[in-house]
């Protein structure tokens, strides 16, 4: 057969929202404490005790949101212990991840700090499991009210005269799980309470998030759209690819092909995700108001050997640069519903975009893939028909291509290809229907094994390469698509 891509140039309407590429910063492991935060005393060069590098790095890829401080610790974490003098403030233990004692230097003023250095839009998530509606009201009047009030002057005795924007707030992680093992009636019911008390202040509006279902948990969805679809802005989604079993998971660094199909066919699998939680969504919000909000995803491996197990800590691989990619291809090809999206997480934990070792700092295969699609960000959706050969393996075949197309607003339209197959090159003949394609660029991300990794040592083994195995022809293109590897193709049509 022919291997075909035909993307419909004069057909899109949909805006990829740019949130779709956002991130997710939670107190774990080395992610806060040696990921963004070293303290103003540090000798590692800081802004005001942020990680200079860091911020340099992730501003690159234009981060659109970070969400914060959790995960399963934003239901254990309690606010006003981190504001004040630092030295001030009291100790924690973090009970959900490796039970070390937080000094809470890092507190809601340092968060706001991050963001607008690194010029990302908040999104906080609020206390349900062990928090009450009044420290989550107080919080939010805290942050946004510009007016006089109790928590607007404690603000300001704390160094912050005028009020933060804060445009995302999620009431409640994972409150199946973590959040306190509810029921969705129960927490339905809690949702639409403690909703009523995030404020609008001072010209704030704040798009409000429930918690969604854990994966093909489609009566929690069922259950919240029908009792609280109408108090609700977005509704998450957290779902995780692991080669394995969660007993089980797998090494980050160590497998054969068979884990590398096992896992990109497990990525695949947020398509059914999206497709089914849409569709109950659908029933109850026709007009798509409601936002499905995928909030944290992205690979799940067994730690690195000898680091702390509740830490999270692995490495990123080629093959993780393929889920991203995969992953991205989907949110954009479901824009009409999904509003925004945060990989877990930024720095040092799970599919992390950064590495950090003391002073020394990397970025990851996962990082290149963001930066390498970063012009979707806000960009019209166009669609995009893929006809091509399958990958298969033991009898299981998936596609061996992902796409997703835009076209911003210079009218420059951005392909994105993923070519899963590790062992073979794809030849793709392809046409940009209502328009005619006059200048191609290109760029590849791929190595020469399907377990390449940047290390210290080796910082730039994995990084993106010009790609030139493209050529206009009358009517359309061909792009052979090596194997293993992410291809970003920007093309100005007539």
């Not at 659109?64 to 006003?80: N, Q």
């Not at 020394?360 to 893939?369: A, K």
């Given at each position: 057969?022919?291997?075909?891509?035909?993307?419909g140039?004069?057909?899109?309407?949909?805006?990829?929202?740019?949130?779709?590429y956002?991130?997710?910063?939670?107190?774990?492991?080395?992610?806060?404490?040696?990921g963004?935060?070293?303290?103003?005393?540090?000798?590692?060069?800081?802004?005001?005790?942020?990680?200079?590098?860091?911020?340099?790095?992730?501003?690159?890829i234009?981060?659109p949101v970070?969400r914060?401080?959790?995960?399963?610790?934003?239901d254990?974490?309690?606010?006003?212990?981190?504001?004040?003098?630092?030295?001030?403030?009291?100790?924690?233990?973090n009970?959900?991840?490796?039970?070390?004692?937080?000094?809470?230097?890092?507190?809601?003023?340092?968060?706001?700090?991050?963001?607008?250095?690194?010029?990302?839009?908040?999104?906080?998530?609020?206390n349900?499991?062990?928090?009450t509606?009044?420290?989550?009201?107080?919080w939010?009047?805290?942050?946004?009210?510009a007016?006089?009030?109790?928590?607007?002057?404690?603000?300001?005795?704390?160094?912050?005269?005028?009020?933060?924007r804060?445009?995302?707030?999620?009431?409640?992680?994972?409150?199946?799980?973590?959040?306190?093992?509810?029921?969705?009636?129960?927490?339905?019911?809690?949702y639409?309470?403690?909703?009523?008390?995030?404020?609008?202040?001072?010209?704030?509006?704040?798009?409000?998030i429930?918690?969604?279902?854990?994966?093909?948990?489609?009566?929690?969805?069922?259950?919240?759209?029908r009792?609280?679809?109408?108090?609700m802005?977005?509704?998450?989604?957290?779902y995780?690819?692991?080669?394995?079993?969660?007993?089980?998971k797998?090494?980050?660094?160590?497998?054969?092909?068979?884990?590398?199909?096992?896992?990109?066919?497990?990525?695949?699998?947020?398509?059914?995700?999206?497709?089914?939680?849409s569709?109950?969504?659908?029933?109850?919000d026709?007009?798509?108001?409601?936002?499905?909000?995928?909030?944290?995803?992205?690979?799940?491996y067994?730690?690195?050997?000898?680091?702390?197990?509740g830490?999270?800590?692995?490495?990123?691989?080629?093959?993780?640069?393929?889920?991203?990619?995969?992953?991205?291809n989907?949110?954009?090809?479901?824009?009409?519903?999904?509003?925004?999206a945060?990989?877990?997480?930024?720095?040092?934990?799970?599919?992390?975009m950064?590495?950090?070792?003391?002073?020394?700092?990397?970025?990851?295969?996962?990082?290149?893939?963001?930066?390498?699609?970063?012009?979707?960000?806000?960009?019209?959706l166009?669609?995009?028909?893929?006809?091509?050969?399958?990958?298969?393996?033991?009898?299981?075949?998936?596609?061996a291509?992902?796409?997703?197309a835009?076209?911003?607003?210079?009218?420059?339209?951005?392909?994105s290809?993923?070519?899963?197959?590790?062992?073979?090159?794809?030849?793709?003949?392809g046409?940009a229907?209502?328009?005619?394609?006059?200048?191609i660029?290109?760029?590849?991300?791929t190595?020469?094994?399907?377990?390449?990794?940047n290390?210290?040592e080796?910082?730039?083994?994995?990084?993106?390469?010009q790609?030139d195995?493209h050529r206009?022809?009358?009517?359309?293109?061909?792009?052979?698509?090596?194997p293993?590897?992410?291809?970003?193709?920007?093309?100005r049509?007539?």
């Amino acid at each position: 057969m022919v291997n075909r891509v035909i993307i419909g140039a004069d057909l899109g309407t949909v805006t990829i929202e740019k949130y779709i590429y956002g991130h997710f910063a939670e107190h774990l492991g080395r992610c806060i404490y040696e990921g963004f935060w070293v303290g103003e005393e540090s000798p590692i060069p800081n802004t005001r005790g942020i990680r200079n590098d860091v911020v340099e790095a992730l501003r690159k890829i234009k981060p659109p949101v970070l969400r914060w401080p959790g995960g399963c610790f934003a239901d254990e974490y309690h606010w006003k212990d981190g504001i004040g003098p630092r030295e001030s403030r009291p100790a924690r233990v973090n009970t959900h991840w490796g039970g070390v004692t937080e000094n809470n230097h890092f507190g809601t003023h340092e968060f706001m700090d991050l963001c607008e250095q690194l010029g990302a839009d908040p999104y906080i998530c609020g206390n349900v499991g062990s928090g009450t509606v009044q420290e989550m009201a107080e919080w939010v009047e805290y942050i946004t009210f510009a007016g006089k009030s109790e928590m607007a002057d404690l603000r300001r005795q704390n160094g912050r005269e005028e009020p933060w924007r804060l445009p995302f707030f999620g009431v409640g992680n994972e409150n199946w799980g973590c959040g306190g093992h509810m029921r969705p009636e129960y927490y339905a019911d809690l949702y639409r309470r403690y909703q009523t008390y995030v404020r609008h202040y001072s010209g704030n509006r704040v798009y409000k998030i429930a918690c969604g279902a854990n994966t093909a948990d489609y009566r929690w969805t069922e259950v919240l759209m029908r009792e609280a679809g109408r108090w609700m802005d977005g509704l998450s989604l957290h779902y995780y690819t692991l080669p394995g079993t969660w007993e089980k998971k797998g090494s980050a660094t160590q497998f054969d092909e068979s884990e590398w199909f096992s896992t990109l066919r497990n990525a695949l699998h947020m398509e059914e995700l999206i497709r089914r939680h849409s569709a109950i969504m659908d029933r109850y919000d026709p007009q798509r108001r409601v936002g499905l909000i995928v909030d944290e995803w992205g690979t799940w491996y067994d730690v690195e050997p000898g680091t702390n197990p509740g830490f999270l800590y692995q490495q990123n691989t080629l093959r993780d640069a393929l889920v991203a990619g995969i992953h991205l291809n989907i949110f954009n090809n479901h824009a009409e519903r999904v509003k925004m999206a945060n990989i877990a997480q930024t720095v040092n934990v799970l599919q992390a975009m950064i590495l950090t070792d003391g002073p020394r700092m990397i970025v990851t295969p996962t990082y290149h893939v963001f930066e390498m699609y970063q012009h979707h960000q806000g960009a019209t959706l166009l669609p995009v028909w893929v006809n091509c050969d399958n990958y298969t393996m033991d009898g299981e075949a998936i596609p061996a291509v992902s796409a997703s197309a835009s076209r911003d607003a210079q009218g420059v339209i951005t392909l994105s290809l993923c070519n899963l197959d590790p062992n073979r090159s794809i030849e793709l003949k392809g046409e940009a229907r209502g328009t005619e394609i006059r200048e191609i660029t290109g760029r590849v991300l791929t190595a020469g094994a399907i377990d390449a990794h940047n290390t210290f040592e080796d910082p730039e083994r994995v990084a993106p390469t010009q790609f030139d195995e493209h050529r206009l022809e009358q009517g359309g293109l061909t792009v052979k698509l090596p194997p293993k590897s992410v291809v970003v193709l920007r093309m100005r049509a007539s």
